[in-house]
């Protein structure tokens, strides 16, 4: 893709310096529709992944009725 990016680098780093010194600066900052489509797919993937082992991932808890 080499001169035919989607990205244009000054705009990633005026991006980045205003996540800087924004005052609640993103853990995670997603540059470029691109990357933005590509996150967005993977949260929808573990999104339907949690939602189907919800109940296994809450059956390991003690048994709080159990336990007095």
């Given at each position: 893709m080499e001169g035919r990016q989607i990205g244009?680098?000054?705009r990633a780093a005026r991006?980045?310096?205003e996540a800087v010194e924004s005052p609640e600066p993103p853990l995670h900052l997603i540059l470029g529709?691109?990357?933005l489509r590509r996150a967005r797919r993977k949260l929808d993937r573990l999104s339907g992944e949690l939602d189907r082992w919800e109940p296994v991932s809450l059956g390991t808890d003690f048994d709080a009725t159990?336990?007095?």
């Open positions: 244009d680098p000054a991006a980045i310096v529709s691109d990357s159990a336990a007095s």
